[in-house]
């Protein structure tokens, strides 16, 4: 699956950009992590005020045309309702990017308890990169 930029859903589509190929795109990537989301995952109570809710930090990774700072959001859309009730629970979004024209990209997530303060996010987020920079191969 390629790599889509919200951002270019928005300039050739009408609308906000959730319909056509974007669309298809978020739900395809949404099925990808359901099943790939560990059993003990906790997406958040909708319920609860925003700050009770848990947080998560992301490691996104892709080669692709796409420019890297556009493509983050149409992942983070994807996993609305899927890994959190919404992207306001993503505390840190971190995603590097190879231009070239085979496309392909990686998905790395993590969730802290609420209320955790930067440097548990921070530390998070270097974890997450260092299992997923060891574990898979290079784009």
Do not use: H
Request: with cysteine; net charge positive.
């Amino acid at each position: 699956m390629a790599l889509r930029s919200k951002s270019n859903f928005r300039r050739f589509k009408s609308g906000s950009g959730s319909g056509g190929s974007g669309r298809a795109f978020e739900r395809s990537v949404g099925l990808v992590v359901l099943a790939a989301r560990p059993s003990a995952w906790q997406v958040g109570d909708p319920g609860l005020p925003l700050d009770q809710r848990p947080l998560v930090v992301s490691y996104i990774r892709g080669r692709s045309n796409v420019d890297v700072a556009n493509y983050s959001k149409s992942i983070l859309d994807a996993c609305q309702g899927v890994l959190y009730v919404s992207d306001a629970s993503v505390q840190s979004c971190m995603a590097t990017g190879v231009r070239g024209t085979s496309t392909s990209f990686m998905l790395s997530f993590a969730q802290v308890a609420a209320g955790s303060g930067p440097e548990v996010l921070e530390k998070a987020l270097f974890e997450i990169v260092r299992i997923s920079s060891a574990i898979y191969s290079p784009l």
